[in-house]
Structures are given as C-alpha cells and as structure tokens.
C-alpha cells in the first residue's frame, strides 16, 4: 500500500504566496516551517497574491478538493492536499482595504468577512469526514500595516494607492478571533505578533514594504505559529526527542536512522 507522507497546508494571500521569501534573502515563515517539518511532512503553499475571502471561497474547490455532496466518500485520496496535519487559513490583508479603493476592489466589508471566514472554516472541515480526527485549521489575524511605508511604495512602484490603516485592520483582526472562538479554532495573532498594537516605528520594523513581511516579521509570524502548534497541538509538532524518531510525542522523521542501515 503506498503510503504518503502526511502534508501541512497553507492557505491565504501574497503574505503566503511569499511566504517561502520574495525579494530577500531572508527565508518566509513558510520556508521556516517546511524546515521544521523536513523528512517529516510536505509544506504545501497555497497562497494567492491579491485575494481576499470572496476569492478564497471560489478557488476553494481547486485546492481542496471534492466536498462529500460531491461525492459518495471523501477520503484522503479523493483530497486535493492528501490528509494535511493541519490547515493555516491567512485572510484578511486585502479584505481590510479601504472602501471606494475602485482601482483594486479588494476591500470586504467587515460583517461580509467574518461570514466568508465562517464558510472557509466549514468548507475545509466538509472535505474530510470519516473516522480520522479532522485536521485542525489555524487561523491567522491580518498583520499590521504601516500606512506610511505603504503609500510610499504604491505610488514610488504604481503611481497609484491602495489605502489600508492600522486600526481597520485590527478591526478584522477581532473578526478572525471570534469565528475562531465559535468554532473551536487556534488563532495566531499575527498583528500582536508584529507589534500592531505598539507604535508604527515597532511593527514598522517587521514589514518590508508596509504591508508584507521583512525577514524579522517572517521569523516572529513562524515562531508564533510553532508556539501555538506545540501549545495547542503537541502531537503534531516535529518529534525532538528519542532522535526524532523514537520519542514519544509528535510527528517522526520517516525513514529509518542512517546508522540503522550501516
């Protein structure tokens, strides 16, 4: 029987698109995660540059596969993404644009959001049934924005804007927390993380552009991710001990130890 090897799959907009590094030499929190779970599980980057939850919603299917309306039984081979240890579902950056912005028509109102997070949350969960555990699906809060930092790179690169404020997003950002509460899901708060919530010259610091991820805000936005997967998931964390891959706890290395095959 051929076995595959358990994924982990990443779910969101340009700040997951680049979230294996773009334009740095520093590597994304999503590169940093595949490293984490080297020999142990496959990172599948699913990130769409530009998308908010409406996007999200339509390109769904494609990612994750049939739902069980779709088809007699779901399982993981009928799974787009095989049977992830868990989702990550990045939403809100463009969602959180300002109204009347015509030229990009990102923005999502905030009530519309927090429904389109809701049906995400459902639709995931939908494609796998059966008696295994569904995976669980982390939610991230939309990091903070430096409005400043920003504007300046979209009008100096597009000589356009596409206006965005700190406190809107923070706004979004409740949103996440509460769908993540109704539904039982872990939530990392990236815009904490990030130091939304301190000054502009703080969080100004982890961005690379205003709104994207430095290598800093990647390292923080990784390091969030891994606390709370070993807070709140401990099985799934890479094995440490008993050489990785007899311990007790967490995912092993695959394979046998090279010194077993000599």
């Known amino acids: ?27 994304g929190w999503a590169g940093l995660l595949s490293s984490a779970y080297t020999r142990r599980a496959d990172v599948l980057n699913r990130g769409f540059s530009g998308y908010n939850t409406r996007h999200a919603i339509d390109i769904l299917p494609s990612v994750f596969g049939p739902t069980v309306a779709d ?11 095989g049977r992830p240890l868990f989702v990550t ?9 300002l109204p009347g912005d015509n030229e990009h028509n990102q923005h999502v ?13 459902n639709a995931i969960g939908g494609r796998f049934q059966g008696n295994d555990p569904k995976p669980p699906i982390i939610l991230f809060t939309p990091p903070p924005v430096d409005e400043k930092a920003w504007d300046k790179f979209c ?24 769908v993540a509460k109704e539904f039982g899901c872990s939530v990392v708060d990236s ?4 130091g939304g919530n301190d000054s502009e010259e703080v969080y100004g610091k982890n961005l690379d552009d205003g ?27 890479p094995m440490e001990d008993g050489n990785g891959k007899y311990g007790e706890k967490g995912i092993p290395l695959e394979g046998a130890l090279w010194k077993e095959l000599c």
């Open 211 to 237: 709104l994207h991820l430095n290598g800093s805000g990647n390292k923080l936005l990784f390091e969030g991710l891994m606390n709370t997967i070993t807070s709140d998931f401990p099985e799934l964390a």
């Open 155 to 178: 009008l100096e690169g597009f000589n356009e804007l596409s206006p965005r404020t700190n406190e809107v997003v923070k706004n979004y950002g409740d949103r996440v927390k509460s």
């Open 71 to 81: 088809e007699e039984r779901v399982s993981s081979s009928s799974s787009y993404v």
């Open 1 to 27: 029987m051929l076995r595959m090897r358990p994924t982990i799959v990443l779910f969101g907009d340009s700040i997951t698109q680049q979230g294996f590094g773009f334009g740095t030499d520093s590597p």
């Open 191 to 194: 815009f904490s993380l990030l």
């Open 109 to 121: 109102p905030i009530a519309e959001y927090e429904e389109n997070l809701k049906k995400i949350v």
């Open 89 to 97: 579902v990045f939403y809100g950056a463009n969602d959180s644009s």
